[in-house]
Protein backbone atom coordinates (compact mmCIF):
# COMPACT_ATOMS: atom_id res chain seq x y z
CA UNK A 1 0.00 0.00 0.00
CA UNK A 2 1.27 3.40 -0.97
CA UNK A 3 0.32 6.77 -0.25
CA UNK A 4 0.12 10.04 -2.47
CA UNK A 5 1.12 12.77 -0.40
CA UNK A 6 0.02 15.07 -3.27
CA UNK A 7 -3.80 13.88 -3.41
CA UNK A 8 -3.58 12.13 0.16
CA UNK A 9 -5.09 8.99 -1.24
CA UNK A 10 -3.95 5.37 -0.77
CA UNK A 11 -3.02 3.44 -4.54
CA UNK A 12 -2.09 0.03 -4.85
CA UNK A 13 1.65 0.86 -6.53
CA UNK A 14 0.78 4.21 -8.33
CA UNK A 15 -1.22 7.04 -8.63
CA UNK A 16 -3.13 7.58 -11.72
CA UNK A 17 -2.44 11.82 -11.29
CA UNK A 18 1.01 11.92 -9.76
CA UNK A 19 2.57 8.33 -11.19
CA UNK A 20 4.90 7.62 -7.98
CA UNK A 21 6.47 11.51 -7.59
CA UNK A 22 4.85 12.06 -4.03
CA UNK A 23 4.39 8.05 -3.12
CA UNK A 24 5.45 6.70 0.18
CA UNK A 25 4.69 4.50 3.12
CA UNK A 26 1.40 5.62 5.13
CA UNK A 27 2.18 6.70 8.75
CA UNK A 28 -0.98 6.51 11.05
CA UNK A 29 -1.38 9.89 11.23
CA UNK A 30 -1.63 11.10 7.78
CA UNK A 31 -4.85 12.08 5.93
CA UNK A 32 -6.62 9.83 3.35
CA UNK A 33 -9.22 10.55 1.35
CA UNK A 34 -12.56 8.53 2.34
CA UNK A 35 -15.32 10.09 0.70
CA UNK A 36 -16.61 13.34 -1.25
CA UNK A 37 -20.39 13.93 -0.72
CA UNK A 38 -22.55 16.64 -0.80
CA UNK A 39 -25.59 18.21 1.72
CA UNK A 40 -27.48 15.21 3.74
CA UNK A 41 -24.87 12.56 2.89
CA UNK A 42 -22.27 14.67 4.33
CA UNK A 43 -23.68 15.49 7.32
CA UNK A 44 -24.39 12.15 7.85
CA UNK A 45 -21.01 11.13 6.85
CA UNK A 46 -20.18 13.99 9.87
CA UNK A 47 -22.80 12.91 11.81
CA UNK A 48 -21.41 9.63 12.31
CA UNK A 49 -17.95 10.33 12.72
CA UNK A 50 -18.51 13.24 15.23
CA UNK A 51 -20.33 10.05 17.04
CA UNK A 52 -17.32 7.51 16.93
CA UNK A 53 -14.88 9.71 17.28
CA UNK A 54 -13.13 9.55 14.80
CA UNK A 55 -10.96 12.78 13.88
CA UNK A 56 -11.82 13.98 10.27
CA UNK A 57 -10.91 16.76 8.35
CA UNK A 58 -13.46 18.26 6.07
CA UNK A 59 -12.20 20.85 3.03
CA UNK A 60 -15.37 21.87 0.75
CA UNK A 61 -14.43 22.61 -3.05
CA UNK A 62 -15.95 26.24 -2.93
CA UNK A 63 -14.75 28.03 -0.11
CA UNK A 64 -17.33 29.74 2.66
CA UNK A 65 -18.67 32.65 0.43
CA UNK A 66 -19.46 30.45 -2.41
CA UNK A 67 -21.43 28.24 -0.49
CA UNK A 68 -23.44 31.17 1.34
CA UNK A 69 -24.21 32.06 -2.53
CA UNK A 70 -25.03 28.59 -3.95
CA UNK A 71 -26.07 27.10 -0.67
CA UNK A 72 -24.49 24.81 1.47
CA UNK A 73 -26.38 21.89 0.75
CA UNK A 74 -25.09 22.41 -2.76
CA UNK A 75 -21.59 22.12 -1.67
CA UNK A 76 -19.17 18.94 -2.17
CA UNK A 77 -16.74 17.88 0.78
CA UNK A 78 -14.02 15.93 0.76
CA UNK A 79 -13.65 13.65 4.00
CA UNK A 80 -10.36 12.83 5.29
CA UNK A 81 -9.24 10.71 8.25
CA UNK A 82 -6.24 9.55 9.42
CA UNK A 83 -4.58 6.36 8.11
CA UNK A 84 -4.65 4.47 11.39
CA UNK A 85 -8.44 4.45 11.32
CA UNK A 86 -9.24 4.49 7.80
CA UNK A 87 -10.42 0.93 7.79
CA UNK A 88 -13.04 2.06 10.84
CA UNK A 89 -13.71 5.24 8.83
CA UNK A 90 -14.57 3.19 5.92
CA UNK A 91 -16.43 1.03 7.38
CA UNK A 92 -18.60 3.69 9.07
CA UNK A 93 -18.83 5.88 5.80
CA UNK A 94 -20.01 1.99 3.88
CA UNK A 95 -22.94 1.66 6.55
CA UNK A 96 -23.46 5.62 6.15
CA UNK A 97 -23.87 5.60 2.53
CA UNK A 98 -25.88 2.26 2.11
CA UNK A 99 -27.43 2.09 -1.30
CA UNK A 100 -28.04 5.69 -2.07
CA UNK A 101 -24.16 6.11 -2.92
CA UNK A 102 -23.06 6.30 -6.30
CA UNK A 103 -19.42 5.85 -5.57
CA UNK A 104 -18.43 7.81 -8.99
CA UNK A 105 -17.03 11.50 -9.08
CA UNK A 106 -20.21 12.25 -11.24
CA UNK A 107 -22.47 15.44 -10.15
CA UNK A 108 -24.77 13.86 -7.78
CA UNK A 109 -27.36 16.35 -6.83
CA UNK A 110 -29.92 14.25 -4.28
CA UNK A 111 -33.42 15.47 -3.45
CA UNK A 112 -33.40 16.37 0.25
ZN1 LIG B 1 -1.40 11.85 -6.41
Same mark, same amino acid.
Do not use: N, T
Given at each position: MQYCENCRTLCESTCETHKTKYLRTPQSNDPV? $? #?? *??? +?? #?? %? *? !??? $? /?? !? &???? /? &???? $???? %??????? %?? !???? +?YVPFGIYDQAKDLFALVSGDQMQADDGIDIEDV
Open positions: F $L #AQ *LSG +FS #AA %M *L !EGV $L /LD !E &KIPF /L &KEGR $LGAG %MSVWIGS %MM !EQYS +F
